[in-house]
């Protein structure tokens, strides 16, 4: 069965602590995003991956940092400097960046603070 | 700046009648609209999308109506069941652009 999986499904932050959330699709797309999602809010870009070794900001890129070594993975790492990382962080990926397609999402994972 | 927008934060309908969900957009460059379906703890599902070429789009129990002057996206569900209960997004692009999303309305059908 194809699709996208995000782990750990729970995480928790110690203070000054970087955690990294896994994306692991195999779909064959090209490209990968990462959202976070805030109560009562949308969904708002982190990163996203048009294609293998590349990379961009999203609108709120601050205190994160991401990496594709591979097609198929996309993690973000959550950085001390991030100052509010409580939140709910979605991974999608598409045939083709930003294209006319539908984004296809894992189930995402919590992160709160200890 | 909030280009797309769902001022409905939740809405109830009877099971067996139409639910219509709304969303507003400011951008008059949107030409992708889209609309998710969110359950708790798992991400968005796709539902149903609609190009600006067009004012309408069909599948099965869902229906997308999009109004390009009134820059207004609605999307009907008929005949509404239980298990359709969740958030539901709506989101927009223009051209090869990232997708901005609206805050999501949660739908709860009654028996």
């Known amino acids: 069965d194809g699709g996208i999986t995000q782990s750990p499904k729970y995480l928790f932050r110690k203070e000054g602590q970087n955690v990294t959330l896994s994306c692991e699709q195999n779909?064959?797309?090209?490209?990968m995003y990462w959202y976070r999602q805030d109560p009562g809010q949308g969904l708002r870009l982190i990163y996203y991956?048009?294609?293998?070794?590349?990379?961009q900001k999203g609108d709120i890129a601050e205190g994160y940092s991401v990496s594709r070594e591979k097609k198929e993975s996309f993690p973000l790492t959550v950085t001390s400097a991030q100052k509010n990382p409580t939140a709910f962080y979605l991974c999608?990926?598409?045939?083709?960046?930003?294209?006319?397609?539908?984004?296809?999402f894992g189930d995402g994972t919590r992160l709160s603070i200890l | 700046d909030q280009q797309v927008k769902q001022n409905s934060p939740s809405l109830s309908v009877q099971e067996g009648r139409i639910s219509i969900l709304n969303c507003d957009y400011t951008n008059s460059m949107f030409d992708y609209f889209l609309w998710y379906k969110k359950y708790p703890a798992e991400g968005p599902t796709f539902l149903i999308s609609?190009?600006?070429?067009?004012d309408k789009n069909e599948d099965g129990r869902f229906t997308v109506f999009l109004n390009k002057s009134a820059k207004h996206l609605s999307l009907h569900i008929v005949p509404s069941q239980p298990g359709d209960s969740a958030v539901y997004f709506c989101?927009?692009?223009?051209?090869?652009?990232?997708?901005?999303f609206g805050q999501g309305t949660r739908l709860t059908i009654n028996p």
């Open positions: 991956s048009q294609i293998v070794n590349d990379f």
């Open positions: 609609i190009s600006s070429i067009k």
């Open positions: 989101a927009a692009s223009a051209g090869a652009q990232k997708l901005v």
């Open positions: 779909l064959n797309h090209d490209a």
């Open positions: 999608a990926s598409s045939l083709r960046y930003f294209s006319n397609q539908p984004q296809h």
